[in-house]
């Protein structure tokens, strides 16, 4: 079993800026992918980014260039600093990890005011 832990949401204005942080605990040991997803309200949950153990990263084309995933090996949590927020990045967003299993954190709301 995988426990993850998000924090850093919270209400932002359009432009500003927000580091997410999702700390992991337990079976740590077999995970080799973490990352951040989200869903806003009446859509599906989508892949925001997510970064591999050997460093491979992935990126949703909606935040290229604005959110950055890096992972702090030694303490088990990966973090997503998201910069130049937009209204659409509402949502609440959710730390996965895999082993391949799915494990999800509960979740942190990020509000994006216009």
């Known amino acids: 079993q995988v426990q993850l832990v998000e924090s850093g949401g919270g209400l932002v204005q359009a432009g500003g800026s927000l580091r997410l942080s999702c700390a992991a605990s337990?079976?740590?040991?077999?995970?080799?992918?973490m990352g951040w997803y989200r869903q806003a309200p009446g859509k599906q949950r989508e892949l925001v980014a997510v970064?591999?153990?050997?460093?491979?990263?992935d990126y949703a084309d909606s935040v290229k260039g604005r959110f950055t995933i890096s992972r702090d090996n030694a303490q088990n949590t990966v973090y997503l600093q998201m910069n130049s927020l937009k209204p659409e990045d509402t949502a609440v967003y959710y730390c996965?990890?895999?082993?391949?299993?799915?494990?999800w954190g509960r979740g942190t709301q990020v509000t994006v005011s216009s």
């Open positions: 996965n990890a895999r082993n391949p299993i799915n494990y």
């Open positions: 970064k591999s153990y050997g460093g491979s990263t």
């Open positions: 337990g079976n740590i040991f077999s995970i080799n992918v």
